[in-house]
């Protein structure tokens, strides 16, 4: 039987825009004591994301900015308006254009946290109730206790069980609603520094993989290389990697970065690490069930059948540092 006060209060797995952070997802589900939610749990990156971090750093913060955020973070619980059905359901000509025209927050097909977690609308108003209180200084919890009170009325008790949060926290999010734009974020130092007991993974992967999928979804619902060049995609990633590295080098011990494709090239030597990260005395009671390094490798060097070489060549160039050694 597994003792949880060997396990961390919780865990999150999350990663830049197409990083494959999903695979360490499945490999957790292959743990007996580990409740893993394959949902994406997206509420920090409504605003949160950059609120917590400048309420923990005891920047000025005003009530009428966390009123703001509330009704972001509140959308995600919130039943689809008829419209919005319409559109989900493709019942409009012009479904696809409008579908596209939805911020992130509002587009809730995937992410209806109310029908998965009863508790989401109560949880979400009290804690956003709580940092008013602590912004005029009348409230008698810290911000940490806010912030574990909210996820714990969420998740409620797991009995032995450890929740595994998909996509909780990342070192950016997307904005924008057309055309999407990355926001970098402190929100992982921050919970990091809040909650010591958390492990957060982070999932990184070969720049040139990351492309070659980006560019695989349909030009017109491509909202984040819509219209845009290999330089801006060179720009903007550099840009990631290179925040996602300071984030990484700057939290506590309780933060870890993995490699994608150490996953499939170094099976057994990540997946020991991740054990070792996460205190998992046990090992996994279905190994290979849901992660197959053997299936996910197709994953992997898909730039060496990209066409346009160029655009390759250009990513080695200026992201070299970034680069998986597959050699």
Same mark, same amino acid.
């Given at each position: ?23 360490? /997802? ?75 025209? /939805? ?154 970065? /993995? ?69």
């Amino acid at each position: 039987m597994c003792n949880k006060e060997n396990y961390p209060y919780l865990i999150s797995v999350g990663g830049i825009a197409y990083s494959a952070s999903g695979a360490v /997802i499945d490999l957790l589900r292959e743990y007996e004591y580990l409740q893993v939610e394959t949902t994406e749990f997206r509420p920090f990156i409504a605003g949160l994301d950059t609120l917590l971090p400048k309420i923990h750093k005891g920047m000025d913060v005003t009530n009428k900015e966390i009123s703001h955020v509330y009704k972001k973070t509140r959308m995600l619980g919130c039943k689809r308006s008829f419209v919005e059905d319409l559109i989900h359901k493709g019942t409009m000509a012009v479904a696809n254009n409008l579908t596209s025209l /939805i911020p992130c927050y509002l587009n809730r097909k995937k992410f209806d946290y109310n029908s998965l977690y009863p508790e989401y609308s109560n949880a979400t108003l009290e804690l956003f109730e709580n940092l008013k209180l602590l912004n005029e200084n009348n409230c008698e919890d810290g911000l940490s206790k806010i912030i574990k009170n909210y996820l714990e009325k969420i998740f409620g008790d797991k009995g032995e069980k450890t929740v595994v949060l998909n996509q909780f926290l990342r070192p950016c999010s997307f904005t924008g609603s057309f055309v999407m734009k990355i926001k970098n974020t402190d929100i992982i130092k921050t919970i990091a520094e809040l909650i010591p007991s958390i492990r957060i993974i982070v999932v990184i992967r070969d720049p040139r993989d990351l492309y070659c999928d980006i560019m695989q979804i349909p030009y017109r619902k491509n909202k984040l290389l819509y219209g845009k060049s290999i330089d801006y995609f060179v720009e903007t990633y550099r840009e990631i990697f290179s925040h996602t590295d300071s984030i990484i080098r700057e939290s506590p011990e309780n933060v870890i970065k /993995i490699q994608f494709e150490d996953l499939i090239f170094n099976y057994a030597k990540s997946t020991e690490t991740i054990e070792n990260f996460l205190g998992l005395q046990e090992k996994a009671k279905s190994p290979l069930k849901y992660f197959d390094p053997k299936e996910s490798i197709s994953n992997t060097q898909m730039y060496t059948e990209y066409p346009n070489k160029h655009e390759i060549e250009k990513i080695e160039d200026e992201l070299s540092k970034w680069l998986y050694d597959f050699y």
